[in-house]
C-alpha cells in the first residue's frame, strides 16, 4: 500500500514539473521535449567507456546511469505534446537528419526490445536533413505504461516518464499479430543507435478521456493537434535525467 501511494507521489510531482514547465512557456496543456544524438563510434572513441556503437557502457554490477548528450548537437529534434486529455496529440520537428533515411517516432518501454513500444508517426527527411511528423494517438493508459520499466523509480535517477525516440524504420517493427502465441508485439528488431535521437528527459502523459473531448474540439491555443511548428534554437545540453540504460541491445546495457 505504501509502494503505491509512494508511485503516485512521483509520477504526479513528474507531470506537475512538466506541466510547470509548460505553463512558464504559456502553454498549459503543452509540453516540450528535446531530442538529442547520444551514440556515435567517432566522437565517443574511448573503448574503455564507449562500445562499438558509440554509447556508453555499463560496468558490470554497476548501475545504469544516463546516457550524456553529444555537446555539439549536430542532430537533434523537438517534440510539442499534450500533457492530457483524450487522445496523446503532438507535433515533432527534426533536424540535420540524414537526407532520404526513413525515421519512425516511437514511444519506448523498457526492457529491450521495446515489446509494446507505440510507433507514433514516420516520414522521410528531406535533402537539408528536416522532417516533420504531426499525429495523435489512444493511449488509455497514459505514458509511461505499466508494464514500462520506467513507470517505476530506478536509481540512480529515481525518474519516472516514458522515452520518446526517433529511429530508423527499418529497426522497428510496428505492426502486431494477435494471431500468435503469443501474441507479437511492436519492437525494436534493429539497433543503429549512432543514427537515432534519444529523450533529454523522460515525459509523463496522462489519458483524460471524454472529460475533454469539448476542449479537444475547440481551436485553444492549448491543442497541438497538426500544429505549424515553430523555428528554435537549441539550448545547451539539459541535464538528462532519463534513464538511458535499462533496456537491452544485442547484449549490451541500453
Not at 562499438?52 to 537533434?76: H, K, S
Not at 519492437?187 to 543507435?193: A, Q, S
Not at 523522460?202 to 479537444?216: F, H, K, N, P, R
Request: glycine share 10%; net charge negative; hydrophobic share 35%.
Amino acid at each position: 500500500m505504501k509502494k503505491t501511494a509512494f508511485l503516485m507521489i512521483v509520477l504526479m510531482v513528474t507531470f506537475l514539473a512538466s506541466a510547470a514547465v509548460a505553463a512558464d512557456k504559456g502553454e498549459e496543456m503543452v509540453g516540450r521535449l528535446f531530442l538529442f544524438q547520444k551514440c556515435d563510434p567517432v566522437v565517443n572513441s574511448d573503448t574503455a567507456k564507449y562500445d562499438a556503437f558509440g554509447c556508453p557502457t555499463v560496468a558490470e554490477g554497476a548501475l545504469p546511469e544516463p546516457w550524456p548528450i553529444i555537446p555539439d548537437n549536430r542532430r537533434y529534434g523537438q517534440m510539442k505534446y499534450n500533457l492530457l486529455g483524450p487522445e496523446f496529440g503532438f507535433s515533432f520537428q527534426g533536424k540535420n537528419l540524414d537526407p532520404g533515411m526513413d525515421y519512425t517516432l516511437i514511444y519506448y518501454p523498457d526492457p529491450w526490445p521495446g515489446n509494446g513500444l507505440i510507433c507514433l508517426g514516420s516520414g522521410t527527411a528531406n535533402p537539408s536533413g528536416n522532417m516533420q511528423i504531426h499525429g495523435d494517438a489512444l493511449i488509455m493508459e497514459g505514458l509511461p505504461v505499466s508494464a514500462d520499466a520506467n513507470h517505476t523509480p530506478i536509481p540512480p535517477s529515481g525518474a519516472v516518464g516514458a522515452k520518446i525516440w526517433l529511429v530508423l524504420s527499418d529497426d522497428v517493427a510496428c505492426t502486431e499479430d494477435a494471431t500468435t502465441d503469443p501474441p507479437t508485439l511492436a519492437h525494436m528488431i534493429g539497433w543503429n543507435p549512432a543514427s537515432y535521437l534519444f529523450e533529454g528527459n523522460l515525459i509523463v502523459y496522462q489519458y483524460m478521456g471524454a472529460l475533454l473531448d469539448d476542449e479537444a474540439e475547440s481551436d485553444d491555443d492549448g491543442d497541438v493537434e497538426n500544429p505549424e511548428p515553430e523555428e528554435v534554437s537549441v539550448p545547451g545540453p539539459p541535464q538528462d535525467r532519463g534513464n538511458n540504460g535499462q533496456g537491452k541491445a544485442k547484449g549490451q546495457n541500453k
